[in-house]
T-cell receptor, first 116, second 116 residues
Framework: AQKITQTQPGMFVQEKEAVTLDCTYDTSDQSYGLFWYKQPSSGEMIFLIYQGSYDEQNATEGRYSLNFQKARKSANLVISASQLGDSAMYFC?????????????WGAGTKLIIKP | ETGVTQTPRHLVMGMTNKKSLKCEQH?????MYWYKQSAKKPLELMFV???????ENNSVPSRFSPECPNSSHLFLHLHTLQPEDSALYLC???????????????FGPGTRLTVL
C-alpha cells in the first residue's frame, strides 16, 4: 500500500536553529515524486520543494533542502536558520499513479512552532 | 487575480441548507482538484477534473456534487450535509492530471466549512 508517514505531530524550535522534519514513504512504484508543502494558519498550501525518485542529488530551494535516502524510504525536510515566519503546518506528499491518473498521497503533517 | 482563489473563505450552514463553494484558477491549468482537510488527518482527495471531465471520484457521498463548467472554474455543491462534514475544503490546480512524477499542484486558501 502507498503511504506517507510523518511521525512528529508537533515541534518547538528556537529561532535561527536548523529544523529537520521527518517523512517516510512506502511505495512499490519505481518512479515517484516527493513534495513538501507548508500550510500557514491562513490555510493555503504553499509548495516548498520537490525530489524525484531518480534524482541523484538532494533537492535544495533556498533555506529548504530535502534529505533523500532512497534505501530507507525517507525524505526529510531540513530548514536552515529558522525564522518566526516558518511557524506553520508542514506536509509531506508523494505522487503516484492510480489508473494512469495523477494523485498525491499526503502525510498527516507536522506542526512547527518557532520560538523567539 | 493570480493563482487559485476560493470563495467563500468561511461558511456556516445548517444540515438542511444548500450551498456552493467556488474555485477559480488563473494559471492556465487543465486539471483541478477538490480536497477535504479534517483536523489531524491527511488531506483526502475528493474529485479530480481534467479538461472539464471528471476523472476521479474517491467514493465521496452524493451530498457533495462537483461541477466544472470550464477549465478555470470548479464548484462544489453541498446539500443535506452532516456535522462530520465540517472541515477545510481546498481547491488545487495543476498543468494536467496525467501521471508524471512531477506535477506541482497549486492550492487556493480554502473554505472553512462548519455544519451545524
Amino acid at each position: 500500500a502507498q503511504k506517507i508517514t510523518q511521525t512528529q505531530p508537533g515541534m518547538f524550535v528556537q529561532e535561527k536553529e536548523a529544523v529537520t522534519l521527518d517523512c517516510t514513504y512506502d511505495t512499490s512504484d519505481q518512479s515517484y515524486g516527493l513534495f513538501w508543502y507548508k500550510q500557514p494558519s491562513s490555510g493555503e498550501m504553499i509548495f516548498l520543494i520537490y525530489q524525484g525518485s531518480y534524482d541523484e542529488q538532494n533537492a535544495t530551494e533556498g533555506r529548504y533542502s530535502l534529505n533523500f535516502q532512497k534505501a530507507r524510504k525517507s525524505a526529510n525536510l531540513v530548514i536552515s536558520a529558522s525564522q518566526l515566519g516558518d511557524s506553520a503546518m508542514y506536509f509531506c506528499a508523494m505522487s503516484t499513479s492510480m489508473d494512469s491518473n495523477y494523485q498525491l498521497i499526503w502525510g498527516a503533517g507536522t506542526k512547527l512552532i518557532i520560538k523567539p | 487575480e493570480t493563482g487559485v482563489t476560493q470563495t467563500p473563505r468561511h461558511l456556516v450552514m445548517g444540515m438542511t441548507n444548500k450551498k456552493s463553494l467556488k474555485c477559480e484558477q488563473h494559471l492556465g491549468h487543465n486539471a483541478m482538484y477538490w480536497y477535504k482537510q479534517s483536523a489531524k488527518k491527511p488531506l483526502e482527495l475528493m474529485f479530480v477534473y481534467s479538461l472539464e471531465e471528471r476523472v476521479e471520484n474517491n467514493s465521496v457521498p452524493s451530498r457533495f456534487s462537483p461541477e466544472c463548467p470550464n477549465s478555470s472554474h470548479l464548484f462544489l455543491h453541498l446539500h443535506t450535509l452532516q456535522p462530520e462534514d465540517s472541515a477545510l475544503y481546498l481547491c488545487a490546480s495543476s498543468q494536467d492530471s496525467s501521471y508524471t512524477s512531477y506535477n506541482e499542484q497549486f492550492f487556493g486558501p480554502g473554505t472553512r466549512l462548519t455544519v451545524l
